[in-house]
């Protein structure tokens, strides 16, 4: 079975930590890009940040700069996002997805995960 399992998310009060992971079965990765997007109720899915195939490159959303830092393990066939310094505004499901190429644009992406749940108080 093809697919993207996110894992990670969770309640944390503003200032703390979460660390997602974006682990990939029956789906090669590791020459991919992978991005994480995130959607909150009533909004568009937006970009957060995407790592090159090598991850040799990165690329993050203004919003997240300075706070997020996304990584990649090619042997584990997997992405995380560590987010530190979490605010209520980043609030919102979070999707990991298979980029076809490095990009912020969430039609260049070909599998996504499920999502998972970033619940962030105040």
């Known amino acids: 079975q093809v697919q993207l399992v996110e894992s990670g998310g969770g309640l944390v009060q503003a200032g703390g930590s979460l660390r997602l992971a974006c682990a990939a079965s029956?789906?090669?990765?590791?020459?991919?890009?992978m991005g994480w997007f995130r959607q909150a109720p009533g909004k568009e899915r937006e970009f957060v940040a995407v790592?090159?195939?090598?991850?040799?490159?990165?690329y993050y959303a203004d919003s997240v700069k300075g706070r997020f830092t996304i990584s990649r393990d090619n042997a584990k066939n997997t992405a995380y996002l560590q987010m530190n310094s979490l605010k209520p505004d980043d609030t919102a499901v979070y999707y990991c997805?298979?980029?076809?190429?490095?990009?912020?644009?969430?039609?260049?992406?070909?599998?996504w995960g499920q999502g998972t749940q970033v619940t962030v108080s105040s």
């Open positions: 997805g298979r980029g076809v190429r490095f990009s912020t644009t969430a039609s260049l992406y070909d599998y």
């Open positions: 790592i090159s195939w090598s991850g040799a490159s990165t």
């Open positions: 029956g789906l090669t990765v590791s020459n991919s890009a």
